[in-house]
């Protein structure tokens, strides 16, 4: 009986062998595919062993070298996914993803020349590539290079008005486009644009916080703070926003919430000298010069070629009628800025009330 059991065990086992041997890759293209099963699991170093396999047994698989650049891309191997893409190109000039993925490498890399040349050259062979015109955008936003950018998103939303499974996409593109506008100065059209990406994702957060930052900017406090507390009940450790929210109560005058806002900026990140600056400025506003001045030493100990924060030290030595520290901190300020306007006039006037 025993002897049936072990034999029984030995074919079930060397079925199952056959069966995991049918399994396991044995192709270019088998090994490909699951590169890109374990890519779309996030586990890149496997995706490219995979990858390397293929290429191995097909040299001139250009799509395997693109796919391989792009886990050594989500690695942060950028020089090796750049290799990589530029091979795909040399087997295939017309691949318009690999020319927009080198591009991508050449936007974290800062070198937006030549980011936008590779983008130009995807779009020209593809031209309806929405990525490339949205990679290009950014490109463009980066240089400062606005109008561009607007019509590169602007482009992108006309390929994609109708196309629910591009409704996250294109929620990005009325956001990236927003920002494009709202750094022109243009408020009101980036307010319309967030808006849009809001109404297309109910919860996206980074739209209503730059939302937010339009409405301040033009001095609508109780909008922005409205868009930042969204933001916050999407994401309640959200350092940024509580600073910002602080900011937009400073903006309203009321002290006490800015505290309360930057104080929570603060406990979440100690070293946020923003929120130091934040609150400083809502002490200021309440007459406690001393705690204003702490939270701007604690700025300058953060960042010490801050000439804000030696102006603004000065300003609170000065409202307490310290003349001495308030000439100190405007020289300081002086000498980091040269051009510090407010500096100027505030020395001026402190060397005034040091000679009664």
Request: net charge negative; charged share 25%; glycine share 6%.
């Amino acid at each position: 009986m025993k002897k049936m059991y072990f034999l029984l065990f030995a074919v079930l086992f060397a079925g199952n062998t056959a069966l995991w041997a049918q399994s396991e890759p044995r192709t270019a293209e088998d090994f490909h595919n699951r590169g890109m099963e374990y890519y779309g699991k996030n586990t890149y170093d496997q995706a490219i062993s995979d990858y390397d396999q293929a290429i191995q047994l097909d040299p001139n698989y250009a799509e395997a070298y693109k796919n391989r650049g792009n886990a050594y891309y989500m690695k942060g191997d950028y020089d090796l996914a750049f290799a990589d893409y530029t091979q795909a190109i040399l087997l295939d000039p017309d691949y318009a993803i690999a020319h927009s993925n080198r591009g991508n490498v050449y936007l974290i890399k800062g070198d937006y020349d030549r980011a936008i040349a590779e983008y130009t050259q995807a779009i020209l062979l593809d031209p309806n590539y929405a990525n490339a015109y949205n990679n290009r955008g950014d490109a463009y936003r980066m240089k400062g290079d606005y109008d561009l950018a607007i019509a590169d998103y602007t482009q992108v939303i006309r390929l994609n008005p109708n196309d629910v499974r591009a409704y996250n996409a294109c929620s990005w593109t009325y956001n990236a486009r927003g920002w494009a506008y709202m750094e022109k100065g243009d408020y009101d059209r980036a307010i319309a644009d967030y808006s849009e990406a809001i109404r297309l994702n109910l919860n996206y957060r980074d739209a209503y916080v730059n939302r937010g930052l339009a409405y301040a900017r033009k001095g609508d406090y109780d909008r922005a703070i409205d868009d930042y507390t969204q933001a916050i009940r999407i994401n309640p450790n959200y350092v940024d926003v509580y600073n910002n929210r602080g900011r937009a109560y400073v903006g309203k005058g009321d002290w006490d919430q800015a505290i309360t806002d930057a104080s929570q900026a603060i406990l979440f990140d100690p070293d946020f000298a923003g929120a130091y600056d934040t609150r400083a400025w809502a002490y200021l506003g309440k007459g406690d010069y001393d705690r204003a001045i702490a939270d701007y030493t604690e700025v300058i100990w953060l960042s010490p070629n801050d000439a804000g924060a030696y102006a603004n030290r000065g300003a609170a030595y000065y409202d307490k009628r310290d003349y001495d520290f308030a000439i100190a901190d405007f020289n300081e300020a002086l000498r980091i800025n040269p051009n510090h306007a407010d500096a100027r006039r505030n020395l001026e006037r402190a060397r005034q009330m040091w000679m009664r």
